[in-house]
């Protein structure tokens, strides 16, 4: 088996998977009451919020237990009554009903006008109600976005700014108070346990009395998140989030490689005119967005399937979706090329530069047949 999709999800590590055995068995107490057995699941998720806080650059105060990113993306939409949100964000943002998808220029413009008309001393516009939506790293090319521009442009507009950042971890650094003032993560991208997952709310822009909640019935969070705690997942991420960010340079270095090989060996196999990278220079290593010409990527994807190598064809919460990629639209992906996305997403663990050249010879052998 040749598994590259990690951007759509990764295996939880066998020693995770040891740790959750464990958890299961010495903390099962419910954290919310007063007794030693509940004290004892308490103390480790306050242990494991300080370890999540401490690699992020974030106060514990700020961090508050999801079921992982949608329900992160949907808490911090919750916030604001409407919402300015590019087009490349994940689709739990881009069709929340309070989402405006606007460009870069539009916001740009938009602080043009707005500093010009303070200085002529009238209002033109009024964006207190909005929350700025940006993402850092895309899910299905993998390009990096500029957390601190978006920021800065979201507070010259008087708006908080949100930052999906569940591709970012592991791959990118993070520092997290000067990029957000909200942010989210899931779990099940750096190795641990999925229905798990994170938000960060800045504690000078969002202090906890600020925080509106999303799920009301308990004071499980600080009062702002109800529902009783998963300690052996939330225990999880913790060390998978610690283990991702203290690899991430080895992994991106190692991925660098392989990514290399993979795109040399798709030059030497297919004509000029046969694919198109669609992941521009600015990318991540471990992620790499291809576009075949007159062919369905989802295709190609099921015949890989048939030899064990297994691939994305972009967010893998839409795969079945015949519509082109709304991400690849934003991109102005020609037209001819748009249906035929494949995404390639390794992790430095489980893939070889092997595996890539391997990967890259089957899809030319199944771009072959399908053309035939």
């Known amino acids: 088996m040749i598994y590259l999709d990690h951007a759509a999800t990764t295996f939880v590590s066998p020693e995770i998977i040891d740790i959750i055995k464990d958890d299961l068995a010495e903390y ?21 919020r300080a370890k999540i806080a401490h690699v992020m650059g974030a106060f514990p105060e700020e961090i508050y237990f999801t079921s992982g990113s949608s329900e992160g993306n949907a808490w911090a939409l919750a916030q604001k009554s409407k919402c300015l949100c590019s087009p490349y964000e994940h689709h739990n943002i881009t069709e929340n009903p309070k989402s405006i998808i606007i460009d870069k220029n539009y916001l740009i413009d938009a602080v043009k006008v707005t500093e010009k008309s303070e200085e002529l001393g009238f209002l033109w516009g009024d964006y207190s109600g909005f929350l700025l939506s940006w993402m850092y790293v895309n899910n299905e090319t993998g390009e990096i976005f ?4 978006h920021m ?13 950042m569940t591709q970012a971890l592991g791959n990118v650094p993070i520092d997290i108070r000067h990029m957000a003032d909200i942010a989210t993560f899931s779990g099940h991208k750096v190795h641990s346990p999925k229905g798990v997952g994170f938000i960060y709310f800045s504690k000078d822009t969002f202090p906890v009395e600020k925080i509106k909640p999303l799920i009301y019935g308990g004071d499980q969070e600080s009062n702002r998140r109800a ?37 040399e060996e798709l030059g030497k196999l297919f004509g000029a005119d046969d694919y198109m990278v669609v992941s521009p220079a600015n990318s991540i290593n471990s992620t790499v967005c291809i576009c075949f010409h007159n062919v369905e990527g989802e295709i190609l994807q099921s015949m890989l399937d048939e030899k064990n190598i297994y691939v994305g064809t972009g967010s893998a ?13 934003a991109m102005n992906i020609p037209e001819d090329y748009i249906r035929g996305e494949i995404r390639i997403s390794m992790n430095e663990n489980q893939n070889t530069v092997e ?13 072959e047949m399908v053309r035939s």
């Open 28 to 48: 099962w107490g419910n954290a919310s009451t007063t007794y030693g057995l509940g004290r004892k699941s308490k103390n480790l998720i306050e242990e494991s």
């Open 152 to 164: 800065d442009l979201a507070h010259r507009l008087n708006m908080y700014y949100h930052c999906d």
């Open 355 to 367: 595996d890539l050249i391997e990967t890259a010879r089957a899809l030319h052998e199944c771009y």
């Open 146 to 149: 500029n957390p601190r521009e």
């Open 227 to 263: 529902g009783t705690e998963n300690i052996p997942y939330i225990h999880a991420l913790a060390l998978a989030v610690d283990s991702a960010v203290a690899h991430q340079k080895e992994k991106d270095l190692t991925c660098k490689k392989m990514k290399r090989a993979f795109l």
């Open 317 to 329: 919460c839409n795969t079945g979706d015949m519509n082109a990629s709304a991400v690849l639209k």
